[in-house]
């Protein structure tokens, strides 16, 4: 390792990512789409289970690309605007210097309010570590903006149980989580 100045390790671990990527869209991607909604169907239940997710008043949420067979969470929205709670999702504004990331409230799926507090942010992956990392598409959304709301909101990642791995690459601005849960367990690292 001593023989690898940071900029080459760096460059292998971007590498990694990029083929980690391909092959969990394409292992995804293999498993029949009734196991993978019954497989959400557990998720959402020890979600719903978790008393981080009945004490919240404000709950981040992602609205999962189907077409990509994402972790299928709208139950979650539904559940949380029925218990009164704020509900949120992600935003992108573009912006003169860049882009400006955050969560907008929402009170009907199909309607975005202003940015609040959430206490509770449920995040999407294509992977993630024990140790929290996580593993997604490769825009860094989620790098950029857990920061800002963790603390003292906490993050949860939702993944089925074979997109949890052993480790993953690293790399400077990845942001863990602190909670995950997939179809079969729970961890807090």
Do not use: N
Request: aromatic share 8%.
């Amino acid at each position: 390792m001593d023989s690898f100045d940071a900029d080459t390790l760096a460059d292998l671990k971007y590498r990694a990512k990029k083929q980690l990527r391909l092959r969990l869209r394409g292992l995804r991607a293999a498993y029949p789409e009734g196991l993978l909604a019954q497989a959400s169907e557990r998720i959402v239940a020890s979600v719903l289970a978790l008393p981080q997710f009945s004490a919240a008043s404000g709950v981040g949420l992602f609205w999962p690309m189907v077409e990509r067979r994402e972790v299928d969470v709208r139950p979650l929205a539904q559940a949380a605007l029925a218990a009164h709670k704020r509900v949120y999702f992600p935003f992108l504004e573009p912006m003169a210097s860049g882009f400006r990331t955050g969560f907008a409230q929402v009170q009907d799926v199909s309607e975005l309010a202003e940015r609040g507090q959430i206490e509770l942010l449920i995040v999407p992956a294509l992977a993630v570590a024990a140790d929290g990392h996580r593993l997604g598409y490769g825009s860094g959304f989620y790098d950029a903006t857990l920061p800002d709301f963790c603390p003292p909101a906490r993050a949860l990642t939702v993944v089925f149980d074979f997109q949890l791995l052993g480790e993953l690459p690293v790399t400077s601005g990845d942001v863990a989580t602190q909670c995950i849960v997939t179809d079969r367990r729970m961890l807090e690292p």
